[in-house]
């Protein structure tokens, strides 16, 4: 038997189990010529799925009611008619969420896990790992000696983002949600400061205390009231890295929101969204980097993996109540 999760419904606010729909079917699983078999072992949960659920305009097209979800996969060869694959390969791309699937191999890339575990290329060695390090040289070129303030630093961009600050000689401040997350930015990850924005009273008096010489850079992960606060501690030239917006996904009206403008010009600022296809042509570079890192220790990086096919909706789901710490992986 094979399963399958379908979005049954596009969600109104934050998603809920009955947004979705589990499928279980005798798999018939037979290929041609070219095709393999493969059985899902990781699954990677990611806010921007939130985007692609919704019938919006994006830089995605919006999954189908009805059909198979997809997100980054790691899965394992059963079967092949393929000569690029072989049986047990182990191998990452978009996926459908399903145990098992068939595909011609397109847009797959076979993956290693003798050296790191096969997780890791859904984080650090994925895109989770390549939008942190291209969202950060590409947009907010960093100097040594400049301070980076990064918000959903705890979660899986975030945490690497600030890493990346630390190696290349940036002043490294992390905004998260609870205390424990913002000891592991501190004692794990080598921030050198962190604002809990649950139990602070004045978030921008707070980010100015931990950067008494303003912001150069900001990655944003979450958009909402706290990059507001970022905004009243910019320098001149500061660049901001819009990488996401977790805060106001599940918004059911338009955010309000203060005007940017006055911040942008009286700075000199630079405010850039951007998504990770916008590089591709550094990827090589990055991977290069990220890797070598990796291996010397430089880098490191913390998972939430929870175990079975049935949790990935309600891992999803956790996403946005800060229920990780660094990526979200559902192990199969």
Same mark, same amino acid.
């Given at each position: 038997?094979?399963?399958? =999760?379908?979005?049954?419904?596009?969600? *109104?606010?934050?998603?809920?189990?009955?947004?979705?729909?589990?499928?279980?079917?005798?798999?018939?699983?037979? +290929?041609?010529?070219?095709?393999?078999?493969?059985?899902?072992?990781? @699954?990677?949960?990611?806010?921007?799925?939130?985007?692609?659920?919704?019938?919006?305009?994006?830089? &995605?097209?919006?999954?189908?009611?009805?059909?198979? !979800? %997809? $997100?980054?996969?790691?899965?394992?060869?059963?079967?092949?008619?393929?000569?690029?694959?072989?049986?047990?390969?182990?191998?990452?791309?978009?996926?459908?969420?399903?145990?098992?699937?068939?595909?011609?191999? *397109?847009?797959?890339?076979?993956?290693?896990? $003798?050296? @790191?575990?096969?997780?890791?290329?859904?984080?650090?060695?994925?895109?989770?790992?390549?939008?942190?390090?291209?969202?950060?040289? %590409? =947009?907010?070129?960093?100097?040594?000696?400049?301070?980076?303030? &990064?918000?959903?630093?705890?979660?899986?961009?975030?945490?690497?983002?600030? %890493? !990346?600050?630390?190696?290349?000689?940036?002043? @490294?401040?992390?905004?998260?949600?609870?205390?424990?997350?913002?000891?592991?930015?501190?004692?794990? /990850?080598?921030?050198?400061?962190?604002?809990?924005?649950?139990?602070?009273?004045? =978030?921008?008096?707070?980010?100015?205390?931990?950067?008494?010489?303003?912001?150069?850079?900001? /990655?944003?992960?979450?958009?909402?009231?706290?990059?507001?606060?970022?905004?009243?501690?910019?320098?001149? /030239?500061?660049?901001?890295? +819009?990488?996401?917006?977790?805060?106001?996904?599940?918004?059911?009206?338009?955010?309000?929101?203060?005007?940017? %403008?006055?911040?942008? &010009?009286?700075?000199?600022?630079?405010?850039?969204?951007?998504? =990770?296809?916008?590089?591709?042509?550094?990827?090589?570079?990055?991977?290069?980097?990220?890797?070598?890192?990796?291996?010397?220790?430089?880098?490191?990086?913390?998972?939430?993996? &929870?175990?079975?096919?049935?949790?990935?909706?309600?891992? /999803?789901?956790?996403?946005? *109540?800060?229920?990780?710490?660094?990526?979200?992986?559902?192990?199969?």
């Amino acid at each position: 038997m094979t399963k399958t =999760i379908l979005l049954k419904n596009r969600p *109104e606010g934050k998603p809920s189990i009955s947004d979705f729909e589990f499928v279980t079917e005798e798999a018939d699983l037979k +290929i041609n010529q070219g095709e393999i078999i493969l059985e899902t072992i990781y @699954v990677s949960v990611d806010p921007y799925l939130r985007g692609r659920m919704s019938d919006a305009k994006s830089y &995605v097209p919006s999954f189908q009611l009805n059909k198979p !979800i %997809q $997100s980054g996969v790691i899965a394992k060869v059963i079967a092949s008619k393929n000569n690029n694959f072989t049986e047990g390969d182990f191998v990452s791309g978009m996926l459908d969420w399903k145990t098992q699937q068939v595909s011609t191999g *397109e847009g797959l890339l076979k993956v290693d896990g $003798s050296k @790191v575990p096969l997780s890791a290329y859904l984080g650090i060695l994925g895109m989770t790992g390549l939008t942190a390090y291209l969202g950060l040289n %590409q =947009i907010g070129k960093p100097k040594a000696g400049e301070t980076l303030v &990064v918000s959903g630093a705890a979660g899986a961009v975030g945490s690497i983002v600030g %890493q !990346i600050g630390k190696i290349l000689g940036l002043n @490294v401040i992390g905004i998260a949600g609870t205390d424990e997350k913002i000891e592991m930015l501190k004692n794990k /990850f080598g921030f050198d400061a962190g604002i809990n924005y649950n139990t602070s009273k004045d =978030i921008s008096a707070d980010i100015k205390k931990a950067a008494p010489n303003g912001v150069d850079i900001y /990655f944003d992960n979450v958009g909402g009231p706290i990059s507001d606060a970022v905004l009243f501690n910019i320098n001149k /030239f500061a660049r901001m890295v +819009i990488c996401g917006a977790i805060s106001v996904y599940n918004n059911t009206e338009i955010p309000k929101s203060i005007s940017v %403008q006055p911040f942008l &010009v009286r700075n000199s600022a630079l405010m850039q969204g951007f998504i =990770i296809s916008n590089y591709a042509e550094k990827f090589p570079e990055a991977m290069k980097h990220l890797s070598g890192w990796l291996a010397e220790g430089k880098l490191t990086y913390t998972e939430t993996i &929870v175990d079975g096919f049935d949790t990935i909706p309600n891992a /999803f789901i956790d996403l946005f *109540e800060g229920k990780n710490k660094g990526k979200m992986i559902v192990k199969i």
